[in-house]
Structures are given as C-alpha cells and as structure tokens.
C-alpha cells in the first residue's frame, strides 16, 4: 500500500470544488447585479438558501449516514444559528432606524433611550417594551457570531451527553431528539420566551450599515458566502470521513458494541459527531435565514428535520454528495411545484394541481425509494462506474439498527 | 360603593317631614309632583322608599305601573292614574284599579322614568315580588337579588321569610338572607356570625359574597396610622411593594412631586435651548443621561422648570413614608372572621381543585393511552414505527365526519362510525403493512422514514379532500354538559366516556393478547418468529393482523378524540408525538407501561399546567424535557423488561 | 507469580435466574488457560462481566500490577486497560477493507481528537502489513472484509487482536467452523500469544483443549466445577457426571 494525497484519495472533493465554482461564476454572470440579469435576485437568493439547505443536509449526511444517528432535531440547531444572527441583524437594524429617528429631536440621544426605543420597537408586538436577558450581547456583532456556534454546540453537547450516556440508540434516540425539537418550538412559541413567539424575527434581509446596498447585490454576496461555506464544510468532512476516524464512526453505525470492545468510547465519538454537526447545522441557519428575511419557531417544527433526512435518503446517505444532490434537487423541485409553476394535469374528472398534490408525490416517491432504490440519486454514480452492492443474501453489513443495507453497500 | 351611599341617602331622607312613614301612596305622589314628573335618580330615591313603605296593595300597584311607563298625570287637575294605550287617547284608571273614563292622547302626561329611576322602583317592588302568591315570581326576585344584591333588599327578605310556604323558596331566602347580611347588615356582631354561619362551604356565592369585604387597597401616610382605617397589613418598600409602586402611590396622594419622565425632561430641555446650550451646558453633551439631569437641575434651581423628584428625593420620600394595605370594610371584626372564613374556603378549595386536577389528569391520561394503544401494539409489540399512526387517528376522526354527514341523528351516527372507523383504519393498516412494512422488518430507521413518507401523503391527501378548514364532529346531545360534585369539581361526561372507553380497550386488548388464539400467535410470533413459524404459524398473517388491529384502534381513538377536538388534517401530528413518549416511557412491550406512561404524562402535564396555568406551550415544553431527564433514569421506561430477554 | 485478573465471589443474576454463582477465577500474566463447560454455565456471561457488558451484583473484578477494579470501568475503559475479546461468531467491520479494520484496531490512542489528527505513518503501515502477513491475509488488505471467508474473518478478527496489543485475551471457540489445518494453526497462535500475555479460551472442544496443553476450569452452574489440568479435571467424579450424565 502507497500513501496518497488526500485529493489523490478523493478525487470526489476536486470534482465537487469545480462544480461548485463554475456555478457560482455562473449564477454570478446571471445576476441582476453583476451580470447579464438573466437571474431575478428572489431566484438568486433561492438558490442561495438551496446551498445552505445543502450545506445542512451535509451535516445530516455525516451524522445518520456515517456514524448511524438518525437525529431528528439538526433543523433545530439550524434554526437556532438563523434566531443568534437574526437577533444581532435586528437589533442593529433597528438601532439604525432609532437613532435616526431620535436625532430629528433636537438633542442627541442617551444610549438609555436608544436602548429603550430599541426595545419598544422590538417587542412592542408581543406587548413588552424591555429587553429579555437573551438579548444581552445582541448589541455586540461578534458576541452574537460567537453564540450562533455556542448555543447549539452548547444545547447538542448537553443533549447529546445525557441521551448516549444512556446508551439511547436507533428509534428511541430518533424519538428523543424529535422531542427535543418539539420542545424548543413550543419554548420559542411563547410570547415570554423573548425572542417575539410566533411572530419571530423578521427584516433579517436588510444588513446594518449597508443600507445603501441594494438586494441584488446583497443576494449575490450571500449566495457567495453559502458557496464558500459549503465547499469549506465539503473539504473539511471530506477529511473528517476519510481517515481513521472515519473509520470509527462508520464502525459505530454498524456495530457499536464491537467498536467498544477495541477501546473506542462511542459515546464520545457519537458526541463529538453530534455537536460537530450541529454547529455546521447552525452556521447553515446562520447564512440561511438572512436571504429568507424571515424567521419564526414554525421552522424547528420537527417535521423540518424529518425533511432534512428525507433529503440526505433520496440523495444517498453516507456520501457526502450524496446530501448535497438530494437536498439540492428535493428542495428545487419542491419549490418548483409548490410556486405554482409545474403544469396542472387534467384527468377530465379531475385536475391534478401541482400545489395540492406535490407532497402527496414527495411522500409516496419516497416511501419508493426507501423500498428500491435505498442508494438514492447517489446509486446512480455506483452504476456510472460500474460499482455493484454485494451479494449478502439480504444480510446488513452489521448488527446495529442504523448499519448500512446490504443494497447501500458496494463491493 | 355609590348604591350604598343612594342607600344611606335614601334611609336619611326618609326621616325627613313631608315623607313621613303613614301617608298613603297618593298623598306621596301629590307631594312630590313636580320631582315625578322630571325625576332623577339621585332625587327621587326618597319617594319611591316612601312609596314602598306606604303598605300594600296601593304601594305595589303604584310602583309597578310607574316603572313599566303605566302612570300618567292629567294635565287639567294634576291627578294621578294608571293609564293604558287605547284605541284612541288613554284609557284610565284611579290609583285602586277603578275605571276612571278615557282621555285624549294629549291631555295625559305619560311618565316615563329612565334606566336608573326604574331601576330604583324595581329595588323597592322586591319587597312586594318576594310576597308574590306565584312562586315562580318569588323566584325570580330571589334570583335577581343574588345576582345583584344592595343592602337596600336585606330588609324586604328578612320579612319575607317568616310568611313563606315554599320549603325549598324558604331555604333559598334564609341562605340569601345570610349571604346579604354578612355583607350589609349594620350590626358588626349579626355579620360575623353570618360569615362564621357559612363554615368552610365552598358556593360561588358565598365566596362572592366574602370576597368584596376583604377588598384592600394600598395607602401611603407620615406618621402613624390614620383613625378608622382597618388595616390588612403594613407593607415594607422593596419588598411587599416596589419602590417604583410605592412612589407612585405618593403620587397619587398629592403627597410628593411627579418624577420627571424622559419625554417631559427632553421637551423642558429643548424648551430651554439658548445658544445651542441648557444652562450653559452644550446641546452636544446631552447625550448623557448625567448631563441632561444636570441641566434640568440648574433649570429647576434657576425656577425655569416645575421642580421633578431626582432619584435621590424619591428615596427619601419614600423613607420618609409608610405604606400599608387597609380593607376597604371598615369593621375589623368582620374582616378578621371573613379572613378567616376565606381561609378555610380556600383550603376546601384547593383540596377540591386537587380532586378537579386529579379528573382532568386522568381524562387526558385517558386520551393518551387511547391515541397510543394502537402504537403500543404495533412499535410495542412488533418493533415497527409507524410515523402514519397520527394519520389514522385523523382518518378515524375524517370517518366519524363523513358518517355524520349521512346519518343525522347523532348517536346513531357515532355508533355507526365506531366500527366503520375501525375497519377503514384496519384496512389502510393492512395495506401499509403488505405495500411498505414488510419489506422493512428489522430496519427500523427506514420504517420510520418511510411511514414518514405515508404520513405526510396522507395528511396532503386529507387536507385536498376536505380544504383546510376544521370540520365538526358532534357528540350526542346526551353527552353534553358535565358531571358536576360541587362548584370546583366536576368533569364533563364526553370525558367519562372517553375514559370508560380507554378501559373498555385495555380489558379488549388484554382479553385479546391473553385469551385467544390470535394472542397467543401474535406473542409467540414476537419472541422468536422462526420457532414460531416451524409450529405452524404463519407469522406473515400474523404480522399484518397485528398491524391492522393497532391501525384500527387508532381509528376508533380517532372518532374519540374527534368528538372534543378539531377535526384537521392536522389531528394526527398533534398527538404523534405524545404517543411515542407515552410508549416510550412507559416501557415497549407492556400494555401496563403504556398505561403507566399515559398516566404519567397526563398527570405531569395537567401538574406543570396548574403550576403555570396562563401558559400550556410552557407546560408541555416543560413535561418534554422532564421526559428526557426521565428516560436518563429508566431507559427502558417504567416497566421495563430485564435481563436477556430485553436483548440489547 | 501475581496473578493479573483475579475474580473473586462474583454473582450475577438475570430475572431471579442465577447466572453465575458466586465465582472465582485468576489467571497469571503469562498463562493460557482453557474453560470448559455445559451449556448454560455460564461461560459467556464470565466474559461478559469481565469485559463489562454486565455487571455483578456482587462480587470484585481486579486486574493489573495496580489492581485496578475493572466494575468500575465501562466497555472501551476495559479495552483500553488491556482486556481484548474475540466473540464466538467473528465480528468485523464488513463495509470497511481488511486494512482499515486492522488500523482501528491497532494501539493508538482512542480519543475522538487525537483520532481524527491521527496520520498514519511507515511504522503503522508496516505494522498492519506485519499483521495481516501473521494471520494470512497479506494480500486481502484492500478487500472490503465483508466478502472474505468466514475463516478469513476468524483470522482478520485475531489479527485486529493482535493489534490491539493486549494483556489479558478473551476467546470465545476460536475454532468454530475452522478446517483441521486452521486448527492447528490456531492453536499455534494461541499458545505462542500466551507466551507474553494471559488468554482464555472458552471452548466445547475436548480435542482442541487437550491440544492447548494448558490448564482448565470447569464452569458448572455459574460457578468452579473442577481446576487443573485437562486430565485431572476428566478424572473428576463430579465434571464426569455433569458432561457425561446430561450427554
């Protein structure tokens, strides 16, 4: 055996970067902004949130599909990484707006009655005009960057120790972090919660200090750093996977009892896995949720997550591009046929209305594909190379609830 | 407060010459004719008590034709007469109920007293109302003093009492009677044994009633306590009351200056701006708080300004002060025993709200083991997840729906959708089981994600069916209104139903897993499916029935669960959750788990529920977590299997 | 001579069913030793213990110059200690190759950090090279180990043993399925492992045990049956009528 480069051991990550990079220079050159306008900026931040989504879906990969954790709760840390930026967004935006408004007083306006203005414009919807001590550091930019990494990493480092230091695994440990998810939606809901309840944050697409800037310009930034952020995440769990301790973890999802006997703490290796994704998770929320402009606590609902495996199941699971794919063509054709543009079918009795009906076929499309095609759009690569699945005679190629399916393998 | 100062007005007045008590009905009227003709309410309360105190029949039929606009005066002799709208002009009659002839519609003044005058003489006919031959009136008076009872009335009932033939009436005005003296009876001595009368017992009304006497409000003064004041307590700023509070009380009572709000000090400082400067100080440098109240100071000091109390003067006035809670009731002998009564309420009370608690814990305990049974069977029993278990609640419930839309009579209609439910929930069950399931056993994950897939095609499926909007389903009439022990405690009986039926189901369930063949097969097929399928057993078969029967139960707690919640596509997801927690906890496998888990859910949720009873999101936030913490402890759930047999 | 595992009166019961009964057992740094015994007496529950997937009601486990107690310990802190175990079916990681089975298995450290900066460098190269050469597989390495024999993983499983360089080695019927010739080639290996660390060998096996030439203990019920060689075990009334008496 020789040693090889690490691009040399995955030529994948080459591949990926260039695909990558030309579409980013392509959608660049499209752009209202800085190209031929081809591309609405509302597309463009589409596509934006689709990197994002991929980006997520990335981390979903490197959880469920390579250490075995079916985690229904990483929309959630998604979520959160969107609320830590969206308060500092918000609040500096309506720090603007405040102090402008003050300045047309006469006198200069005390930091006491800037805060104060903030706060009654923040939370006058939610009938409160004080500042909850969530937002303590939502003045300060970089404190709040620090916090879209540390809450979740915190809240998944917390969780995660108390669920796998019970050796909670397979459905049950899926059920916990559903209930988790639920948990925080409900917490969020609530109007004392401090982070406004079902209104949410909103206005999260106007940057401080760049009002000048239009949208098109901004969408195209943005879409810029989710290209970057994604390819840096692509590289990075490139390397996380392909060496020993990819080895481990895929180890754990097969069978973790043997993983222990060699001297591995699964739990710490589950752990670290889980936090590691949810902050990838949250960074994902945190890039995402400035193109929507919007967050509220419908978007940790826990069939958010759900969706976040179903799209890591269709695209592949435990290959990195695999996510990417899935999350990619499931959410594009989504809002595809939810924006009303796929043609409606008439039956003659019956018109099929894309709108109404495109869950349905998301559903039952991919009940089919966990039955046939458990690879995913991925198999598609194994078939192009002319990778087959062993012949186990339907065996899975371990003992543990989340190993891989014999028709995931391949030789 | 202002009916019993008309009140006291009205017994002060009456001691006065020209209403003296033995004058009859129409001598009062001639007196006070000109106050009749344009009363108001403040005026005339001293004639109409007079009128009331004039003797029967006369007073009542006077009192009673002026308030329902029956009396008029003649305008050519100023005589009084009850009159009636003819076929042209009045028809008349004296005040004893004579024929007195007709007049022309414009030679009657016809009185016409307003709300508050009406509402007066309606307070003095009471007395009459309650001495009504018809009990049904009699009743009608009781039941009007109780909802709005003056001191004014105490008297009428009192006499009223001896003369009543009525058992029950007379039961009714002995207890109304108590209720309005401890609250207006002059004598200190007659309340407190009225309060004491009434012991621990728990009637909204008698709590109404005590309530109002121990009314407080809170009082700043220097010094000592002010005379005739019954004090609650003394109350220590910064703690029994904030400092912000305490001030504002000052305030109010005219005892210290307002404090100066931003807003007020801003407009004062922009007032004052000479030179782009307050008092010498640059308009630059106030954006400081400092600054700006040391401008307003040299202002204040200068006599520009009202003075403001700075923070400091605050402080001191409110060091200088004392702050108290008095009872609005001035006697302290009665407000010491309604304390005290309130006391002894209250903790019959809460035991009662205990008891409540405890019902409405087990109702919910019960619709969970409902919505759970099914899961139990099929994740309990054959390890398989079933993500579409909401679904087929909703499907139950979109049955039940759908039934009542053909048959209209409502029992019927639910007796009808009860098994119809079960078999259109046991055949999609059936189905999922053959299409999906089977090929999935002993992947768990996947089951998970794929009946993931069937819930959400579903749930669209049912929303383009039947739109977005919640759709009814009634119980019957029979099942309305609730089972009520007192005025705390009562639970309604579409909640006993919903009980008796979780423990009609946990009898069926445990009948069918203990005492017949099926049972046997689908627990022989559960411990080890190759043995038992070398006896004979086709666990193929077995699989899909056990799959089936969970789908059915799940559309029967469907129709249940309908009857008291919305009718959505979304009925399902409500409850998914909560489902698998029940199972979960309770331990797989065991339907007494899943029993122990749905009671203890149901009791966790309604306990953090009454703890903060403004707020359910936090309630079940709260309970998730607790679930979480629980499962730490027992991570097989309450009851769990040991040793090998759990496996791993 | 200090003994390295020392079990003394450990009891362990599943359901009020009395697994094993006040057990003990100790065995020498360097001793090969064989345990043998009917079904259900407990053999695999002794391993069980020791490596900790169950743990006692009563009873010590101490292990090492130290004598640190092993109950205290979960599975991979055992493993770590130096207690490695071979199951009785070979389990190996199928959808990964011969050489990343054998490199996990290598002594390295097992912190989740310091394995994902982990390099690999010449010497562990030569080392798993070495390994697989030992237990026959030198030219497997890029195989995925879910397509070899099922020998191939019996020995792949003994060379992640190996690998792990430990002191104490639990096998469980290392020569289950094996031809005459895996056989012997086992029972060379073991005996030549024993030279530096203790291994115990659980098995059915009276042939293989008498090959092992070593010391047996006679499992019975949870607890010591007989102890000493194999043919003064054989010689026991009561170890005759336990076997022979139930078949």
């Given at each position: 055996m020789t040693r090889h480069s690490f691009i040399a051991q995955n030529p994948a990550v080459l591949w990926f970067l260039l695909i990558l990079a030309v579409f980013t220079i392509v959608v660049t050159l499209l752009s209202e902004a800085y190209g031929v306008a081809f591309i609405s900026t509302s597309f463009v931040k589409t596509l934006g949130k689709t990197l994002c989504l991929c980006l997520v879906a990335l981390a979903m990969d490197l959880i469920w599909g390579y250490a075995g954790i079916l985690s229904l709760g990483h929309m959630a840390f998604f979520a959160i990484g969107g609320y830590m930026v969206g308060m500092w967004l918000m609040y500096a935006r309506t720090e603007e707006i405040v102090v402008a408004a003050l300045a047309q007083g006469g006198l200069p306006a005390t930091p006491e009655e800037v805060r104060q203005g903030i706060a009654t414009q923040i939370f006058g919807v939610v009938g409160a005009s004080d500042f909850p001590p969530v937002w303590a550091l939502a003045h300060s930019f970089w404190a709040q960057m620090a916090l879209v990494v540390a809450v979740p990493g915190v809240l998944a480092l917390v969780f995660g120790w108390l669920a796998f230091r019970s050796r909670v695994t397979g459905v049950y440990l899926s059920i916990l972090t559903q209930a988790m998810t639920l948990a925080l939606a409900l917490y969020l809901f609530q109007n004392d919660s401090g982070l406004r309840g079902n209104n949410g944050l909103s206005g999260l697409q106007n940057l401080p200090g760049l009002g000048d800037v239009s949208q098109d310009a901004l969408s195209v930034w943005f879409f810029w750093a989710s290209a970057v952020a994604l390819g840096l995440a692509y590289v990075l769990l490139t390397w996380v996977v392909s060496g020993k301790f990819g080895s481990v973890i895929r180890a754990i999802r097969d069978d973790e009892q043997r993983v222990r006997f060699l001297g591995y703490s699964v739990e710490g290796y589950k752990l670290f896995v889980f936090t590691l994704t949810a902050v990838i998770a949250a960074i994902a929320g945190a890039l995402y949720y400035p193109q929507a402009g919007i967050i509220n606590p419908a978007e940790l609902a826990p069939i958010a997550s759900i969706y976040l495996a179903v799209w890591v199941a269709i695209g592949g699971r435990g290959r990195l591009y695999g996510a990417v794919i899935g999350a990619a063509f499931v959410s594009l054709l989504s809002s595809w046929f939810t924006g009303g543009r796929a043609p409606s079918i008439p039956l003659g009795f019956y018109t099929i209305n894309w709108v109404d009906w495109w869950l349905v076929l998301l559903g039952l499309s991919f009940v089919a594909v966990t039955l046939f095609a458990p690879k995913g759009i991925g198999g598609l690569f194994d078939l192009w190379q002319g990778l087959r699945s062993p012949d186990r005679k339907g065996a899975a190629l371990g003992p543990d609830d989340s190993s891989l399916q014999e028709k995931e393998a391949v030789k | 407060m202002r009916r019993i100062i008309l009140s006291l007005a009205a017994f002060l007045f009456m001691a006065l010459p020209g209403l003296a008590q033995d004058q009859s009905a129409t001598d009062i009227l001639n007196t006070n004719r000109d106050l009749i003709e344009k009363p108001t309410r403040a005026k005339i309360a001293p004639v109409i008590a007079a009128l009331a105190e004039s003797g029967v029949p006369l007073a009542a039929t006077v009192l009673g034709a002026w308030g329902d606009k029956g009396l008029g005066i003649r305008k050519s002799d100023g005589m009084f007469f009850l009159i009636e709208a003819g076929a042209d002009g009045w028809k008349l009659r004296d005040l004893t109920g004579a024929e007195a002839g007709t007049a022309a519609k414009g030679d009657v003044l016809e009185l016409r007293p307003n709300a508050g005058v009406r509402g007066l003489i309606a307070t003095a006919l009471v007395q009459f109302t309650l001495s009504d031959p018809d009990p049904a009136k009699r009743a009608d008076a009781l039941q009007s003093i109780a909802r709005d009872p003056e001191a004014a009335h105490l008297e009428p009932l009192r006499a009223s009492i001896e003369a009543e033939p009525d058992p029950a009436l007379k039961a009714q005005k002995t207890r109304l009677e108590q209720l309005l003296t401890l609250r207006f009876d002059p004598d200190s001595a007659k309340r407190v044994a009225a309060i004491e009368g009434f012991?621990?017992?728990?009637g909204l009304d008698v709590r109404g009633a005590i309530n109002p006497l121990l009314a407080t409000r809170q009082i700043a003064f220097a010094g000592d306590l002010p005379a005739n004041t019954n004090l609650a307590r003394m109350l220590d700023p910064g703690t029994d009351i904030s400092d912000v509070e305490a001030y504002d009380l000052l305030v109010g009572a005219g005892m210290a200056p307002a404090r100066l709000t931003v807003d007020e000090a801003r407009a004062a400082l922009l007032a004052h701006i000479v030179d782009g400067a307050v008092a010498g100080i640059p308009v630059t440098d106030l954006g400081i708080q400092a600054n700006r109240d040391r401008a307003y100071t040299a202002l204040e000091a200068a006599g520009a300004v009202p003075p403001a109390a700075t923070d400091a003067e605050a402080a001191a006035a409110i060091a200088a002060h004392s702050f108290a809670e008095v009872y609005a009731e001035p006697d302290p002998a009665v407000t010491t025993a309604a304390r005290a009564a309130m006391d002894r309420i209250d903790l019959t009370v809460g035991a009662m709200q205990a008891a409540d608690l405890a019902l409405d814990a087990i109702s919910l305990a019960s619709i969970y083991f409902l919505a759970a049974i099914g899961l139990a069977i099929t994740f309990g029993v054959m390890r398989v997840i079933n993500m579409a278990h909401g679904e087929f609640i909703m499907m139950g419930a979109y049955t039940g729906y759908v039934v009542q839309l053909f048959i209209t009579n409502y029992t019927l209609s639910i007796i009808v959708a009860l098994p119809l439910a079960f078999a259109v929930t046991f055949a999609a069950g059936v189905a999922m089981e053959r299409l999906v399931i089977r090929h999935l056993y002993k992947r768990p994950l996947e089951t998970l994600l794929a009946t993931f897939g069937i819930s959400i095609a579903l749930q669209q499926i049912a929303k383009n069916i039947f739109g977005t909007q919640a759709r009814p389903l009634t119980a019957p009439a029979w099942l309305d209104g609730a089972l009520t022990f007192n005025d705390v405690l009562s639970i309604s009986y579409i909640r006993i139903a919903i009980f008796v039926m979780a423990m009609m189901f946990l009898l069926f369930f445990l009948w069918l897993m203990k005492r017949t063949r099926l049972g046997l097969e689908v627990r022989a097929v559960t411990q080890n499916p190759s043995m038992a399928a070398s006896m004979g057993i086709n666990p193929d078969r077995i699989n899909m029935l056990t799959f089936g029967l969970g789908s059915g139960i799940a559309g029967i707690a469907g129709v249940a669960i309908g009857l008291f919640a919305k009718v959505t596509s979304e009925l399902g997801s409500d409850y998914i959750v909560q489902s698998f927690m029940t199972v979960v906890v309770g331990g797989v496998g065991n339907i007494w788990g899943t029993l122990a888990g749905a009671f203890l859910i149901g009791t966790l949720q309604k306990g953090i529920e009454w703890l903060n009873p403004s707020n359910t999101l936090a309630a079940q936030t709260y309970m998730i977590l607790f679930i979480i913490l629980f499962i730490q402890f027992r991570p097989r759930g309450i009851i769990a299997l040991k040793g090998r047999a759990a496996g791993d | 001579m200090t003994a390295l595992l020392e079990v003394s009166g450990v009891s362990v019961t599943f359901d009020g069913f009395r697994a094993i009964n006040n057990l003990s057992f100790s065995i020498g740094p360097t001793e090969l030793r064989a345990i043998i015994g009917p079904n259900g007496a407990g053999k695999t529950t002794f391993m069980d213990i020791v490596t900790g997937k169950t743990r006692p009601n009563m009873g010590t486990v101490i292990f090492g110059e130290k004598s640190i107690s092993l109950l205290s310990m979960n599975e991979a802190e055992i493993a770590r200690a130096g207690v490695g175990r071979k199951f009785q079916r070979p389990t190996v990681f199928e959808d990964q190759t011969v050489a990343e089975n054998l490199t996990m298995a290598l002594k390295a450290a097992r912190a989740p950090w310091r394995v994902l900066f982990w390099k690999e460098g010449p010497a562990d190269r030569e080392r798993v090279q070495d390994l697989a050469r030992e237990v026959g597989l030198a030219d497997q390495l890029p195989r995925k180990s879910g397509e070899l024999s099922h020998g191939q993983k019996q020995w792949l499983e003994i060379g992640m043993l190996l690998a792990q360089e430990p002191r104490l080695l639990l096998v469980d019927e290392p020569a289950a399925g094996m031809t005459l010739a895996e056989r012997e080639h086992t029972t060379a290996l073991l005996v030549e492992m024993a030279r530096t660390r203790a291994v115990v060998v659980v098995e059915h096996d009276m042939e293989f045990v008498r090959r092992l030439n070593c010391k047996v203990t006679v499992l019975h019920e949870g607890s010591v049956l007989a102890e000493g060689s194999l043919d003064h075990v054989t010689r026991n009334q009561q170890v005759i009528e336990v076997y022979l008496g139930r078949g």
């Open positions: - | 012991g621990a017992e728990l | -």
